[in-house]
């Protein structure tokens, strides 16, 4: 995982709602020869050895979809735990051992570091007149980092995911989760760090809340759980 600002999903110039690919049926088969030039190598420090942090933040009353129940929210929340036990080792994630960083080369290994519901409120509306901002996400993460007992560090990943309907920005003036007057973009998701640890942590937006399929859901659900299984694509790109 390298350290940018990086959003999962981008604007459908239709629809008005960030968009996601639709996976292709041909899939297993092998791709043509790519002739195009590789992804650029770094020069930074690379995260060897993640352990994801699972910061359900779920003020009382609030659900992750539309079912609104807590049996949904359950459902929600043991899919992407599982999610996130069973990441590593696969071949997917792989993939990261072609990228050493400054620190070393990524082990294909992810360890699970535990889940937390916080049902703190939420210190906006999280309307989009008065959306949640990255200052509020950055703050969940640090009360997550006190949560688990962790000195934050490149390894550790603070995945924070909000409610349904709840909307956010990355500051009062920039792109947000939704389509704003003036901005031409918008995302589903996004990584980045802070502070000298550093503290690396990711807004999860509820995929749900965009439609399915469109939005920020290509549709499939192979779990059975449509917004569970949209928010696993957007976990597992801010992870990797």
Request: net charge negative; proline share 6%; with cysteine.
């Amino acid at each position: 995982m390298a350290l940018r600002a990086e959003s999962s999903g981008t604007p459908s110039a239709a629809g008005a709602t960030p968009q996601r690919a639709a996976l292709a049926s041909n899939a297993s088969q092998t791709p043509p020869a790519n002739t195009a030039n590789n992804l650029i190598q770094g020069t930074g420090p690379s995260i060897l050895n993640p352990v994801i942090y699972n910061v359900f933040w779920l003020p009382s009353g609030m659900h992750y979809e539309s079912a609104a129940t807590a049996a949904s929210d359950t459902s929600y929340e043991n899919l992407l735990n599982r999610w996130a036990g069973d990441l590593g080792g696969t071949d997917y994630y792989n993939i990261v051992t072609q990228y050493p960083g400054s620190n070393g080369t990524p082990a294909n290994a992810v360890s699970f570091g535990g889940s937390w519901v916080d049902t703190t409120a939420y210190p906006h509306a999280g309307s989009q007149a008065d959306p949640l901002l990255d200052a509020n996400i950055q703050s969940e993460a640090t009360s997550a980092a006190s949560h688990f007992g962790v000195t934050p560090n490149l390894n550790d990943i603070f995945l924070v995911y909000t409610a349904f309907n709840i909307f956010q920005c990355q500051t009062s003036t920039s792109d947000c989760n939704f389509f704003k007057m003036g901005h031409t973009n918008a995302y589903c998701a996004y990584h980045f760090e802070f502070g000298g640890g550093p503290t690396v942590y990711a807004f999860m937006g509820s995929d749900a809340m965009f439609g399915d399929p469109g939005g920020c859901s290509n549709g499939v659900a192979p779990n059975g759980d449509a917004a569970a299984d949209a928010e696993i694509s957007s976990a597992t790109h801010e992870t990797i």
